[in-house]
């Protein structure tokens, strides 16, 4: 059914790693991505595929991509070797790091404001994840469940598409770095999903559209991330990917896998605060962070 508990240290060990590169990959995409087009004074605005394009001859904007992989290689090794509530929020680590780099590059103090918004991200996911790993309890993965995660996903995708030929336009970062979170909690359950059923050997026609729909997600999420570097700051964006992608995908166990049966109504709604707060921490950085206050009127 899956690895054995004595290598759950492995699996986080390799989930900080995986974090790092993240925040490393995020730095490196935003700059190139920054270099290469004109922010608007709102903060708003989506990427060409021209201009897309363009980034695949930046050095800059590649190293970030192989950084991006490396996370990604780690994180799924850390998801074959623990559950997804274990793994998948300590990428929260990556936001700490991120407002680091990014404070150093842009020369910008890190003011009050911020470091509460940061502290509100990492307490709001701490406690989620904590409360969450309390009561998580693996399932089997039947085809009813990898049903109805593909048809929330096919939902999710259609919304998407609708807010791409309306307001992608004018999007501002905030958007985009909600739908890229979303889309790579999908990423990240669909991936578990996948490892699990090749754990109870039943790979078949049904877990292969489970892995289409997450090479789907990665491309859509993708584009999602680099239009919300155009028009933002990287730890704004590592900021809903950590706290967005792990609330959707915990959320997914909870609800849908049936994870957390055994969770009461007072940690449900220790689960609903936890998240409040994080959200919180996400939107209240998108006001104070020094680099989009002179967009705010």
């Not at 700059?31 to 800059?60: D, H, M, N, W």
């Amino acid at each position: 059914m899956g690895p054995a508990d004595e290598l759950r240290w492995l699996a986080i060990a390799l989930a900080v790693l995986a974090a790092v590169a993240l925040a490393f990959g995020a730095q490196f995409q935003n700059e190139a991505v920054v270099a290469g087009s004109k922010k608007k004074a709102t903060g708003s605005g989506s990427l060409s595929l021209k201009q897309i394009f363009r980034l695949l001859s930046r050095p800059r904007w590649l190293s970030g991509t192989a950084f991006m992989g490396v996370g990604i290689v780690l994180q799924l090794a850390a998801l074959s070797l623990a559950p997804l509530i274990v793994v998948q929020p300590i990428g929260a680590i990556a936001l700490v790091i991120t407002s680091l780099l990014n404070s150093k590059r842009s020369k910008t103090r890190i003011g009050r404001g911020t470091m509460i918004a940061v502290g509100l991200c990492t307490l709001g996911i701490a406690a989620f994840v904590s409360m969450a790993s309390g009561v998580a309890k693996e399932t089997e993965l039947n085809d009813d469940r990898l049903r109805e995660v593909l048809g929330v996903l096919g939902f999710i995708l259609v919304v998407f598409s609708v807010l791409f030929f309306t307001i992608g336009k004018k999007a501002k970062a905030l958007t985009y770095v909600v739908g890229a979170g979303v889309l790579y909690g999908f990423v990240a359950t669909l991936a578990k999903v996948v490892i699990q059923r090749i754990y109870q050997e039943q790979f078949e026609l049904l877990t292969l559209i489970c892995l289409i729909a997450l090479i789907g997600a990665v491309a859509l999420g993708g584009w999602f991330v680099q239009n919300a570097y155009a028009s933002g700051p990287p730890d704004l964006v590592i900021a809903g990917l950590t706290v967005i992608d792990p609330l959707v995908a915990v959320s997914i166990g909870i609800v849908i896998l049936g994870e957390a049966q055994q969770a009461g109504v007072a940690t449900m709604i220790g689960f609903s605060l936890s998240a409040v707060v994080a959200v919180a921490g996400v939107y209240l950085l998108s006001k104070v962070h020094p680099e989009l206050r002179p967009q705010i009127k």
